[in-house]
């Protein structure tokens, strides 16, 4: 008989084959194309020349210095507010050639053809101005893609080219044959009505599930394909050509929204999907709020210019993702089976969105367009997320089937065992309850002594005695819990050590006992100016503290240690029959933790700063970052 339980694995394991070969073949299709792409590129130099200025025009772009001009590779210049300039000068006799700057979303794209005269002065042959800034029919060639005629006599012709956006900047140049580049957009509207096909299946699909069913979980991933398709047609040119031609206001704030709608309706579904108001109320509360601020960024990007919206978006997938990613490993090592579909569609997103996100930053350089990697990647997620719904959809069913059968059971196993209880409870209950009641006060003592026991051996081994600081010991257990959280939510800590100038002096002028009565006051005078309950002040050893600064900046923690200082200069300790007056040295260094040992070198660093300080004269405050 084969076994029911095994149905679910061998499913997903034939499943799991499907979404690897498909991601293969489309793998496969999309090498094709960016080698056929590729083979495409400008074989002449091609020089750079950023205009900081914002100055520079035709008229004047010759009496930029040669020196000026570097040579490029890959037209990819990231996020940047300055015009960029390309030159290139072509050396072949070929005609019907077309260029294309294989990048749809350049707001303004300025271009001339010009040549040499007898007079060796330059006389422009064509110009062009294109860019999302202007209306779709203005291009010379209606198409998604940035296309230019060249003309037919191409030798000596200089190609000059003006760039400029409120996104990332990157113009490649590809030089192409007429008939060879109708065979290329054959392949690539393949490819798309590919991507394009299949994101619209599975939002119908999903779209009657959620009329029939009437679950959240439908809908919301509905939303999340459609969004993210949108976005995909607004990156490549499509939704401008088809959609919304004429506004060139709505293309330039497109991507932004469609970006925000996409990671509102993903928090919703993975919300409802993980169960997280089930498993962990904490991390539904923590969704809920990333969905309703993508939410409020996708209306402002209709206000907001679109360079601005870009870079918080940027901010916030650098938080959310990692959230979600989190989240949905942590409920796979718990055993659940959807959170490890999850878990693998994120970690395929991520892959390829990191890497789409690197290339258009120009952090990395791909020899393909980057945004088809993104589009393989999120084929893939789907239909793995596909596979967390269709699983999650058949575990409440099943769930709901052994409810009901282990529901009727229960209730004749409870009957008879009421019975059974009943008997028993009028037979013992006198007595039990009566040894219940002695055991649990000679309990309840026992475990009082060991409480109070317990707290008065922790305190006396995390105190220093002296001046009720926190020891050295309790510090070193509390920095790697800091570190950890810093490390965790990305927030900077700081460390501070703080040494009193020439105590011996005190000790040996004075005596110790005024000693201790300075290191006293010290510890309370500094133990006044520390508002927030979670930073931490310790002793260290002798005259030594050390100072542990949560969610701290270096400029914050700076300024504290000036006030530390300032306060320490003024103080007066009157003990003895003497009034003795000390400064105070400190290093303090902050930073995002990245790693257990960063902590230990942060606060060697913080050593080396204290010994600057006191190298440089005592009585100051040194900072710096490593």
């Not at 350049?106 to 042959?125: T, V």
């Not at 693998?344 to 350089?365: E, Q």
């Not at 257990?477 to 810093?486: L, M, P």
């Not at 201790?516 to 030594?544: A, H, M, N, V, W």
Request: net charge negative; aromatic share 10%.
């Amino acid at each position: 008989m084969t076994n029911p339980e095994s149905k679910p694995a061998n499913n997903s394991l034939w499943l799991a084959v499907l979404v690897a070969g498909f991601t293969l073949v489309m793998l496969f299709m999309v090498t094709s194309l960016g080698q056929n792409i590729e083979k495409h590129s400008l074989k002449q130099k091609i020089y750079h020349h950023e205009d900081t200025t914002k100055k520079l025009s035709i008229a004047s772009i010759d009496q930029v210095d040669q020196d000026a001009w570097a040579e490029n590779d890959s037209q990819n210049f990231g996020l940047t507010p300055f015009p960029q300039w390309l030159k290139v000068d072509f050396s072949t006799v070929e005609k019907n050639q077309i260029l294309e700057i294989d990048y749809a979303m350049l707001d303004s794209i300025q271009l001339w053809l010009r040549k040499k005269g007898e007079d060796n002065n330059y006389q422009i042959l064509e110009q062009y101005e294109l860019g999302d800034s202007l209306a779709f029919s203005q291009r010379p060639i209606i198409h998604d893609k940035f296309l230019i005629p060249l003309p037919n006599e191409l030798m000596g012709v200089q190609l000059l080219l003006r760039v400029q956006s409120n996104g990332p900047v990157k113009a490649p140049l590809k030089l192409w044959f007429k008939k060879d580049y109708i065979v290329h957009t054959a392949s690539h509207r393949m490819f798309m009505g590919l991507f394009f096909g299949y994101m619209l299946a599975m939002a119908i699909i999903n779209i009657f599930l959620y009329i029939s069913a009437r679950n959240l979980t439908f809908i919301t991933y509905a939303g999340y394909v459609i969004s993210f398709a949108l976005l995909i047609a607004s990156i490549h040119g499509l939704g401008y050509r088809f959609i919304w031609p004429e506004s060139a206001w709505l293309q330039e704030r497109t991507p932004a929204i469609f970006a925000f709608m996409t990671m509102s309706f993903i928090l919703v579904f993975s919300s409802h999907i993980l169960e997280l108001k089930k498993h962990n109320p904490k991390y539904q509360i923590t969704f809920n709020i990333f969905s309703i601020v993508f939410i409020v960024a996708c209306i402002a990007s209709f206000i907001v210019p679109y360079v601005i919206m870009i870079k918080l978006l940027l901010v916030l997938l650098l938080l959310s993702i990692p959230a979600i990613f989190v989240v949905s490993v942590s409920l796979a090592l718990k055993g659940s089976a959807i959170a490890k579909f999850f878990c693998a569609a994120w970690i395929v997103l991520l892959i390829s969105g990191l890497s789409a996100s690197a290339d258009n930053f120009h952090w990395i350089s791909f020899p393909i367009d980057s945004s088809y990697l993104l589009m393989v990647g999120a084929m893939t997620e789907t239909l793995l997320l596909a596979l967390a719904v269709a699983t999650s959809y058949s575990v409440q069913r099943n769930e709901a089937k052994q409810s009901h059968i282990e529901s009727a059971q229960n209730e004749q196993k409870a009957i008879q065992a009421q019975k059974e209880l009943l008997a028993v409870q009028k037979q013992a209950q006198v007595d039990l309850e009566e040894q219940v009641s002695v055991r649990t006060q000679e309990f309840e003592e026992a475990l009082a002594g060991l409480s109070k026991v317990n707290e008065e051996l922790q305190s006396m081994s995390e105190t220093d005695t002296l001046t009720g600081l926190t020891n050295r010991r309790f510090f070193e257990t509390n920095i790697v819990t800091e570190a950890a959280r810093s490390r965790r939510e990305k927030q900077p800590l700081a460390i501070a050590l703080l040494d009193i100038d020439h105590f011996k002096k005190v000790n040996d002028e004075y005596g110790h006992q005024c000693g201790d009565d300075c290191l006293i006051e010290f510890s309370k005078t500094l133990k006044e100016i520390i508002q927030r309950p979670g930073d931490l002040l310790s002793r260290y050893g002798g005259e030594e503290f050390v100072l542990l600064l949560p969610n701290t900046t270096i400029e914050g923690a700076t300024n504290l240690l000036e006030r530390f200082r300032l306060e320490i200069e003024k103080l007066v300790v009157e003990t003895h029959g003497h009034k003795i007056q000390f400064t105070v040295s400190a290093g303090v260094t902050s930073r995002v933790v990245g790693s257990d040992e960063e902590a230990e070198k942060m606060l060697s660093y913080a050593d080396k700063l204290l010994y600057q300080a006191k190298k440089s004269g005592r009585n100051q405050v040194k900072s710096g970052s490593f």
